[in-house]
């Protein structure tokens, strides 16, 4: 990661005719030099934050603030986020996401989940204001910025059937849809592929769907993939065509699938069955990893996995204990070195370093979060 943390010093002199008065100064913090940015849940905000700071030995929240600002203005419950590829704008996800489903996990009772506030938010990172909202009436759960065609890929939930969850696709300057297609009951995962070729959704009960996102109407899958009684993340291996799904349950495990064929997906690697519960997984950027929290009871593994040959090979298998979290978003940073999943149960962001495996806790703010935090390139 880039350095960040600088500081200027900013000086202003005054003196009066009769005797020269004691110069007021004050030490102004330069802008970080690389900003993450984190979605602060049932806090309702949206936090920035240095990002070296954040991550180093002895960084903390607080040490690495920036700015928090409010969101309840747009929606409530700002969930996961992404960013775009230059690094002006981030689209931010209001929703309670799957939790009125797992809440019992983590001791959160659904009646305590606020209702209503959906919403897709686009933010300015260089103001840190939001430029465009669009409520919505389903629960967003996943986005994916298609960064060449200025779009952004937004999976909604739908619920059982005869509900059917979908994709959404707008406009990254108006957020203005361009088009939603149906998919499947219970849609969870979303991603696209480095080259822009190929996306990824999943309907936890009914598999692996894929499509061209140049045209994801006419392409999307007719049949999907079964891979597990309920596959939830997925993730494209980046540089590559094949996505990696997590089964959350029967099996609880990863399987890759070679997405070249949109109509004939084949499984070519499958990880042994888990003692947990996978839900998402990220891919590491410009390297053939993928890193999957898998949820057990009062603790998270952290699984960083080298996918460059089959079977996959473990880096880092970590046991993080006296934690409470059901992670709905896994980042990594631009640079791979660092994965960040939010524990918003214990109210604490895991970092986990790719390049040592160690494990840092940060604590955040009074209640439920972060979910999500992503570091802009």
Known sequence: MRSLGVYALALALGCGTAAPEEA???????????????????????????????????????????????????????????????????????????????????????????????????????????????????????????????????????????????????????????????????VEGLSLNDAGTRGAVIGATTGLHLFDPDDPANTLSSTPLRLADDSSGVAFVAGTDRVVVANSVNPSNYVVVDATDLDNPAVVDEGVELDGVPYMVAAVPTRPEVVMPVTADRGIRLLHLDLSATPGRVLHDVQVDDIVTFPQAITVDPTGRYAFVGAAASRELIIFDLETGAVRRRTWLNELGPTSLAVAP
């Open 24 to 186: 007021p100064s004050s030490i102004l913090p330069a802008e970080p030099t690389t900003v993450a940015v984190s979605a602060d849940w049932f806090n309702d905000s949206v936090s920035f934050l240095d990002a070296d700071t954040l991550v180093a030995t002895d960084g903390t929240r607080d040490s690495a603030l920036v700015e928090t600002i409010d969101i309840s203005p747009s929606g409530r419950l700002p969930l996961v986020l992404d960013v775009t590829e230059d690094g002006r704008h981030a689209v931010v996800l209001l929703s309670p996401g799957v939790i009125s489903f797992v809440g019992d996990r983590v001791g959160i009772a659904s009646e305590d989940v606020p209702e209503g506030g959906n919403a897709i938010v686009l933010l300015d990172l260089t103001t840190r204001q939001p430029v465009a909202t669009v409520p919505t009436d389903d629960i967003p759960i996943m986005v994916a910025i298609d960064d060449p065609r200025q779009q952004v890929f937004v999976s909604f939930f739908g619920g059982a059937p005869p509900a059917m969850g979908s994709i959404g696709v707008y406009d990254i300057n108006s957020l203005r849809e361009i088009t939603r297609i149906e998919v499947a009951p219970f």
